[in-house]
């Protein structure tokens, strides 16, 4: 079967940390970008963080950058993104998604992406 899956999600206090996997099975993971994407209620699906084909290069939004890093493992099919000093602005589901290409663009637009996973819920408590 053909899919991406998403874990770690979580209910965490402000200033914690969570960390989300996204790992897939029965598509070419390795020589493509993935990204990592959020939708808060209410709010567009939006880019959070990139990482290409070898893990050598990487893209962040403004709101997360310094405090999430992104990171994969070739060998085990599987992306992370390790989320520090979380925030309550932070809560929303978070999807992986694999990018056309094997590079990030800063952009990080939507429908340049394609395997989309059903999501993880993290839930930042003030």
């Known amino acids: 079967r053909v899919q991406a899956v998403e874990s770690g999600g979580g209910l965490v206090q402000a200033g914690g940390s969570l960390r989300l996997s996204c790992t897939a099975s029965g598509l070419n993971f390795n020589d493509h970008a993935w990204g990592w994407f959020r939708q808060a209620p209410g709010k567009e699906r939006a880019g959070v963080s990139c990482?290409?084909?070898?893990?050598?290069?990487?893209v962040y939004v403004d709101s997360v950058r310094g405090r999430f890093t992104i990171s994969r493992d070739n060998t085990k099919n599987t992306m992370y993104l390790q989320m520090n000093s979380l925030a309550p602005e932070d809560t929303a589901i978070y999807y992986c998604a694999r990018r056309q290409g094997s590079a990030c663009s800063g952009s990080m637009w939507p429908p340049e992406y394609e395997y989309w996973g059903q999501g993880t819920q993290v839930t930042v408590s003030s």
């Open positions: 990482i290409n084909w070898t893990g050598d290069a990487t």
